[in-house]
């Protein structure tokens, strides 16, 4: 009878880990290509990213505004990353910072945090993300 009765408890423990993770999970896209809005001017080769790359991390560590509940809106959506000009470039606001800034909601920020951390990380460098024409 005890013996059932673990087995029964430890599978129901298993099917809560792993199994009702994925009813709250997030439909993100799969791997897609980040660029400049429109009307910015790109110095650099567009970014390939992969979501999944990323599954690991919560949404919100990127997505810092999302609730969880509403769509997940884009960094150039207004009121969040939309100053595109040359001179607003290191201001929070700007589109450039969402994925240069050293917070660590950006891109660089975080993975640059996780290499001083010595913990396994993404490209740090320009080149890594920019690749050559």
Excluded: R
């Amino acid at each position: 009878m005890k013996k059932t009765l673990l087995i029964c408890m430890v599978t129901a423990a298993l099917v809560c880990a792993f199994a009702l993770p994925t009813l709250y999970a997030v439909d993100a896209p799969g791997d897609m290509v980040l660029k400049a809005p429109a009307g910015a001017k790109m110095t650099k080769q567009p970014v390939n990213f992969s979501h999944k790359g990323h599954a690991a991390l919560d949404c919100k560590k990127c997505h810092h505004t999302w609730d969880g509940a509403a769509a997940v809106k884009k960094c150039s959506t207004e009121g969040c990353h939309v100053d595109t000009s040359k001179k607003g470039k290191k201001k929070p606001e700007s589109f450039y910072s969402a994925f240069h800034a050293k917070s660590a909601q950006s891109c660089v920020g975080c993975h640059k945090a996780l290499k001083k951390a010595k913990a396994k990380t993404g490209p740090t460098k320009c080149s890594a993300c920019h690749p050559k024409k």
